[in-house]
T-cell receptor, first 114, second 114 residues
Framework: DTGVSQDPRHKITKRGQNVTFRCDPISEHNRLYWYRQTLGQGPEFLTY????????KSRLLSDRFSAERPKGSFSTLEIQRTEQGDSAMYLC????????????FGPGTRLTVT | GQQLNQSPQSMFIQEGEDVSMNCTSS?????WLWYKQDPGEGPVLLIALYKAGELTSNGRLTAQFGITRKDSFLNISASIPSDVGIYFCAGHISYTGANSKLTFGKGITLSVRP
């Protein structure tokens, strides 16, 4: 299967802990996106990369959140000092630059902060 | 910010029936997409629309990009049990300093009675 993969699929953590999620995009896709989805809502944009450059960050991405894509392939999203409000599904998507709106999503990482 | 409106929140149909759902916005969108999401999974891209008035099919699914560019419609014909899920519309607006983020509606949960 050559789709977008995310790891872990589920993460339970205590408030105040740091967590890191990984996303592996479709191999030939040079754009990678992070979205957050809460219950009953559609995905909300957090940030995106073109190759290794982070080109845009949403105001939703507080300073406790950081994302990297060091070699233009996989990406990590880290949340420091987690809060209960961070509980959500974190989705990664990828696309080709030329078809940037056709974004293909991974299965997501479900984060629960207790 | 831009918002996409999907209603009703839930739809219940009988297997074999056709169903239509729409998505509206107060803003003009340049691209419309429809996604389907199963519980615990990421959204799956169904159809992408790029031109006002465009009508595109994907199997039993047909979607249209509204002439005003402020709405889009998805029709599912001859529904089957595996059509159950949450259907999201998503859109993109291009402007100077364009970004690549998608704006999503809240989704419509479709239930199919056998």
């Amino acid at each position: 299967d050559t789709g977008v993969s995310q790891d872990p699929r589920h993460k339970i953590t205590k408030r105040g802990q740091n967590v890191t999620f990984r996303c592996d995009p479709i191999s030939e896709h040079n754009r990678l996106y992070w979205y957050r989805q809460t219950l009953g809502q559609g995905p909300e944009f957090l940030t995106y990369f073109q190759n290794e450059a982070q080109l845009e960050k949403s105001r939703l991405l507080s300073d406790r959140f950081s994302a990297e894509r060091p070699k233009g392939s996989f990406s990590t999203l880290e949340i420091q000092r987690t809060e209960q409000g961070d509980s959500a599904m974190y989705l990664c998507a990828s696309s080709l630059k030329r078809d940037t709106y056709e974004q293909y999503f991974g299965p997501g990482t479900r984060l629960t902060v207790t | 910010g831009q918002q996409l409106n999907q209603s009703p929140q839930s739809m219940f149909i009988q297997e074999g029936e056709d169903v239509s759902m729409n998505c509206t916005s107060s803003s003009i969108f340049n691209t419309w997409l429809w996604y389907k999401q199963d519980p615990g999974e990421g959204p799956v891209l169904l159809i992408a629309l790029y031109k006002a008035g465009e009508l595109t099919s994907n199997g039993r699914l047909t979607a249209q990009f509204g002439i005003t560019r402020k709405d889009s419609f998805l029709n599912i014909s001859a529904s089957i049990p595996s059509d159950v899920g949450i259907y999201f519309c998503a859109g993109h607006i291009s402007y100077t300093g364009a970004n690549s983020k998608l704006t999503f509606g809240k989704g419509i949960t479709l239930s199919v009675r056998p």
